[in-house]
Each structure stands twice: as structure tokens, then as C-alpha cells.
């Protein structure tokens, strides 16, 4: 069954008791976080502080989604560095990444972090899919271990100029071929794939996705642009896609309460006539 979450950075400066009761409120069953929110460095937060973001979000009536964002705002990581050192402190990151996922009872990583896995001056990108798939084959038995998944996000060539097509991440994926290593699909990203449209790649792909992130490619929300939402949602609950569906938000303009009401107005809508049409109920 699709779920409908929300990140948590449109909440920039709320209270997290706040905000999870905001969310809750509006109709969310779920909170996707960013670590930048907790903290410069997630390792800065100690276990029982997780432990008690947990209760919060729980005794809200929410469940933890995971981790997105995982390495924006820090320094020394990077995923497709030539440096064997700098490969390991972020793999160590990583796992570290992990654990707190877990302590937040959260069961997923979305690692999109463009500007920590551009190409470098020099650095090829069959170089670059080598030094990805060492990091992330360092993290594999945290992964398993803890029952995360760590859902690899393409970007826009826009934005990164490594991993900018779904088939591009699947190579990936395939390489490390690992059932906690998934696909990460999302709107504004999929809008630029060569593949197709978005709801084309969703119905060849979804099936086989962690996560799915919504917005409108103008960086708002659903429903606050140009992108029909109702193509999108039928495709979702065509492939069998059974996962969250996470608002993720640029532009916070329009204020972080506006942009999540009108968000899940239109995810609920045409989520509930995509299930109608296909004869299942919300």
C-alpha cells in the first residue's frame, strides 16, 4: 500500500515536536529526515537523543521513514573521490548514517548528495562507478545487518554529472547486487531522464524502487505547478509500487504549512482515483 510521508527540512527552524504534529495533523503517516536538521554531522547526536526524535515522532502518531540528504552540509565525505582515504571516512559516514537510521526507526537511505559525487578534474566515470561501488560495498553488511535499504538516486544532469539516468543508477545497483540496494525514483529527477516520461519510467521501474519522492519541477510542492499529478499516481499503483511516497521540497516560498497542505491534498486525490480506477481502496 502507498504511504504518504514528508520531508522534514520545509520545517527549517520549527520546534520537531511541532512539526511532527503538524504533519500528523494534515494527514501524513510518515517523516522523512534530513541530518542537516539534527545536527552539522549526524554523529554529533548522541544515541538517546535518536532515541527520543523516535518518541516524538511515534507518540505523534507517525512512523520514521528514513534518511535523505545524507551527506549536504558536510565536509571531508565524498562518494567518487581518488583519495582511498577520504572513500573510507565517507563509507564509515555511511554507516554511521545507518545506525542512526535504525535508532530513529527508520528502514531506508536515499543517497542523492550531487555535490559529493560529481566527477573530479581527471576521474573518469567507469573510474567513478568503481569508487562508488567500493564506498557502498563497505556498507553492505551494516545495511543488512540492520534491515536498511540504501536507495540510489539519479539526478539531473543539472545537478550532477554522475548517475543522471535510471539506467545509469541500475548499473550501479546491479554491480553491487545486494538486496538492501535499491532505486530511488523522483519527480523533478525523472523529468529529465532519457528513458521516457515520468510515468512510463515508473511503470518499467517502480516495482523495483525503495522510494519515491514527489514535487513539482518548478521545486514546489505537488499540485503547486505545472506537473499532473494524476498520470504519475496511476502509474505508481499500476507497476505494484508499495512504498512511500515522500514530499521533497525546494522552493519553500510558500510558506512549509501551505506547501504540505496542498501537497497532500493533491497526493491523496489522485492517489484515491488511481486506486478507485484500478478498483482498489485507500
Not at 526524535?53 to 558536510?74: F, P, S, V
Amino acid at each position: 500500500m502507498i504511504r504518504l510521508g514528508i520531508c522534514n527540512e520545509l520545517f527549517e527552524g520549527w520546534d520537531f515536536a511541532r512539526v511532527c504534529r503538524t504533519v500528523k495533523d494534515l494527514g501524513y503517516e510518515g517523516l522523512e529526515i534530513a541530518p542537516f536538521t539534527l545536527a552539522p554531522k549526524i554523529t554529533d547526536v548522541p544515541r538517546d537523543r535518536l532515541r527520543e526524535y523516535r518518541r516524538i515522532i511515534e507518540e505523534a502518531g507517525l512512523r520514521t521513514i528514513g534518511l535523505h540528504w545524507l551527506l549536504a552540509k558536510t565536509e571531508g565525505f565524498y562518494l567518487t573521490s581518488p583519495d582511498p582515504e577520504v572513500r573510507r571516512r565517507t563509507a564509515d559516514y555511511l554507516k554511521a548514517l545507518a545506525e542512526a537510521t535504525s535508532e530513529l526507526g527508520g528502514t531506508l537511505m536515499v543517497f542523492g548528495s550531487p555535490k559529493q559525487r560529481n566527477l573530479l578534474p581527471g576521474v573518469t566515470f567507469e573510474a567513478a562507478l568503481g569508487y562508488a561501488e567500493e564506498v557502498f560495498r563497505a556498507l553492505l553488511p551494516t545495511l543488512g545487518s540492520l534491515g536498511i535499504d540504501l536507495c540510489l538516486e539519479p539526478l539531473a544532469p543539472s545537478e550532477t554529472d554522475f548517475l543522471t539516468s535510471i539506467d545509469q543508477a541500475n548499473t550501479l545497483i546491479a554491480r553491487l547486487d545486494h538486496p538492501n540496494v535499491k532505486l530511488h525514483m523522483d519527480v523533478k529527477a525523472q523529468s529529465s531522464d532519457p528513458g521516457g516520461t515520468v510515468p512510463d519510467l515508473i511503470l518499467r521501474h517502480a516495482r523495483q524502487a525503495g522510494h519515491f519522492h514527489a514535487q513539482d519541477t518548478n521545486l514546489k510542492g505537488p499540485g503547486m505547478g505545472a506537473v499532473d499529478f494524476g498520470p504519475i499516481l496511476r502509474a505508481l499503483v499500476a507497476s505494484g509500487y508499495d512504498g512511500w511516497v515522500s514530499v521533497e521540497v525546494f522552493d519553500y516560498s510558500a510558506g512549509a504549512e501551505e506547501t504540505a497542505a496542498q501537497s497532500i491534498r493533491c497526493l491523496r486525490r489522485e492517489l484515491e482515483a488511481a486506486l478507485a480506477e484500478s478498483g482498489t481502496a485507500l
